[in-house]
């Protein structure tokens, strides 16, 4: 994944690219799954954790606004993710 270091965020539907990808190299990474209307997540606390640290977009409109927003918003999850890193993974 060394190019990825390039890369101002990442766009993918895999979420073990995502976590790899955004605690890496603190940046945003959004989950993108056109034609669902929501994505449901187990209890496990890496499925709780990753709404706290990406963005989630259904579609090219969603994933617009969530992009054009990125550098407003990015902060909070910015923090989540170094929290994550400093506490325990288990």
């Known amino acids: 994944m060394p190019e990825a270091s390039e890369c ?3 766009i993918t539907d895999s979420s073990a690219r995502l976590l790899a990808f955004t605690c890496a190299f603190l940046k945003p990474a959004i989950f993108f799954y056109p ?3 929501n994505v449901s997540l187990s209890d496990d606390k890496l499925d709780l954790l990753l709404p706290k640290i990406a963005y989630v977009a259904h579609s090219i409109s969603e994933l617009d606004s969530v ?3 990125l550098s407003e918003t990015f902060e909070d999850r910015r923090q989540n993710i170094l929290e994550f890193l400093d506490g325990d993974l288990v």
Request: no cysteine; net charge negative.
């Open 35 to 37: 034609g669902y209307d």
């Open 8 to 10: 101002d965020f990442l």
């Open 67 to 69: 992009v054009q927003t």
